[in-house]
């Protein structure tokens, strides 16, 4: 995808755990903020699979470079810039840029210090455990969630199928439906696996991934991320006709519906492939159009 793709920085300790710094565009350095854009992606894949060629790690961590967020989701203006066909590819090369993450035979932590919204949350939902930083009473809470649907848009990369099995699968659908993100201060129960002061994050992830060696073995079985499956999907499908009658209908909230009805009814790759192709058509709408010209607007 970009040919100024790099090998981002990474660090190794003696007991074998890779820290992956997650890092902006040199070239579209955006006061430091971390999104999603064709280059981060291209160089998360050839790190990923740099260190997969490698001396197998005991566990891998996503931190970000970035002081004030995670990742803050993707990079909607180069998205704008491309056109269907250019967009279809841009999400598949993420998503197979995600998928070495379910592949990789040790656990995965996202190490969490700020906001993580859209396509970062998507990712950080591709590791194993999610560990976060408690934010000072003092001090503005930061968001994740999935706001697509904020911008007349939907999911692209698996967080229909994800989210729903990290917390109650009404609030995520219902989540994903509207774009409501959460404060970090009232985060649904279960998204994040530990929270910690920001000076002990890392020692935090490390610590996760030593306590959970065999934390691989199922995605490394299904090839999926924890998500929809034959355990949840039940409890999903009953949630999901909660939140249809209760969400008032619109075209993003129905593909979020129809993409987690896939994910129910045929699995992680239908329910990906649905998000994806609704994502592509939603970005044409009258809805979409009029609020992200808005939201560019206001950049």
Known sequence: MSDQAILLDTKRTDDGIVTVYLAPNPAKPRGGVVVLDQWLISSL???????????????????????RVFVAGADLAEIESLNDEQATEYLKAGLAAFHRLITCNCPTVAAINGATLGGGL??????????????P???????IGLPEA??????????TQTLV????????????ATGNTFKSTEVPDGLIDSWVP???LHAAAAAWIKGHPDAAADRMHTSTPRSINSHNSSEVQTALDSVRADVPS??????????????????WGAGVSLEQEKLIELRHTPTARERLEAFFARA
């Open 150 to 159: 904020g911008l007349g848009l939907c999911p692209g990369w698996g967080g």
């Open 250 to 267: 619109s075209e993003s909230a129905d593909a979020v519906f129809l993409a987690t009805e896939a994910g129910i009814t045929s699995g």
């Open 122 to 135: 998507e990712l950080a939902l591709h590791c194993d455990a999610l560990v976060a930083t408690v934010v």
């Open 137 to 143: 009473s003092d001090a503005k809470p930061w968001r």
């Open 45 to 67: 894949d050839a790190t990923l699979e740099h260190i997969a060629n490698g001396e197998s790690p005991a566990g891998i961590i996503l931190a970000s470079s970035s002081s």
């Open 165 to 176: 099995s990290r917390i109650d699968p009404g609030t995520a659908i219902s989540a994903a």
């Open 198 to 200: 920001s000076g002990e």
